[in-house]
């Protein structure tokens, strides 16, 4: 297996995991606050997302945008297939989204930690993350989907 092919593999597994979550949080997490109102789901983003997720959501955001680029970056140098290139850059592209609404959208989940326990403060902040999540969270499914059509034509 040569270079290109071992991160793309690797860029493609770490992008598939943090898909999953994103698609965890956008369609099962985030409307529950709905159900359990906003102070509880704070309470529980707090113990969740400002707890392991400190660790566990960078670690993968940025491996997974690296380990994208660097296969990109490869893939050029190495004069892989146009296909293949085009591939990469778009999974490269969508990585690069994903990142850029992260910035958005953890700065809201960070501020939780400090913001006070009241219902219509919390709805607010909960409801921009939101927005900023899905956003990320589509280009992160796409970043995906991308990768795994790229290993397709990589064979």
Known sequence: MNLMLFLLVLATATNGLLAGLNVDTALVKLPARRRIGAVAYAIFA?????????????????????????????????????ELVLLLSLASLLSLLHTFATTRAAPVMLSLKDTPDDAALLKAKL???????????TFQVLAFFVLLWALVVSR
Request: hydrophobic residues 50%.
């Open 127 to 137: 409801d921009r993350f939101a927005r900023w999540h899905a956003i990320r969270a």
């Open 46 to 82: 707090r113990g969740n997302d400002l707890g392991n997720g400190l660790v566990v959501y960078p670690l993968l955001g940025i491996g997974a945008a690296l380990l994208t680029v660097a296969s990109t970056v490869i893939a050029f140098a190495e004069r892989t297939s146009m």
